[in-house]
């Protein structure tokens, strides 16, 4: 009889640290590239550089239809008139090397008026700016059993200028870790 239950505690004990889990299959598999909204104050004798929150901002993909001629629409919507945003998530193509986004502004600013004393509103509104990056899709390996994610390493950025003013590179690598990849300046 103790035999029996010696083999089984064993038999348990074999089964229990015979299994493991692949830590590979717990990182997060999404890959999307993280966009930073900032806005430039600058004086005489400083520049200050702030996170800016857009009243609404509204991002679609798009792709130039070659027999078209024009930028058609190919994603669903991928932010829908989204409030207090200052960093955006933004999906690329995995097996092109160019994704391309129409970006829509609406956002209120409040300055001093010097002359006045008194507030000034302005109001941007439905401003479209279109953003292109370039880049290279590269697969990398998680495990046997998880297989590979997509990553992407920007080359280039460029953004068509109706509400942002510039635009920067500051980590060229787009994988699965949250690391602000461009930042456009207002």
Do not use: W
């Amino acid at each position: 009889m103790k035999k029996i239950q010696y083999l089984i505690f064993l038999l348990c004990a074999v089964v229990g640290f015979s299994c493991s889990v692949d830590e590979g299959c717990r990182t997060s598999r999404s890959v999307f590239l993280e966009l930073g909204i900032y806005h430039v104050n600058k004086t005489d004798t400083s520049r200050i550089v702030s996170a800016m929150y857009i009243d609404s901002l509204t991002v679609r993909g798009l792709k130039f239809d070659s027999l078209a001629k024009k930028y058609v629409y190919v994603d669903s919507i991928i932010y829908n008139r989204m409030r207090g945003l200052s960093k955006i998530n933004l999906p690329l193509h995995n097996f092109e090397p160019v994704s391309i986004f129409e970006i829509t502004f609406n956002n209120k600013t409040i300055t001093k008026n010097i002359l006045t004393g008194k507030n000034d509103t302005t109001l941007i509104l439905n401003k479209k700016d279109t953003l292109t990056i370039s880049h290279e899709n590269k697969d990398d390996y998680l495990s046997l059993e998880c297989g590979t994610i997509k990553i992407h390493s920007i080359d280039t950025a460029n953004i068509i200028k109706h509400f942002a003013d510039s635009i920067k590179i500051i980590n060229r690598i787009v994988n699965n870790v949250n690391a602000e990849n461009i930042q456009i300046y207002k």
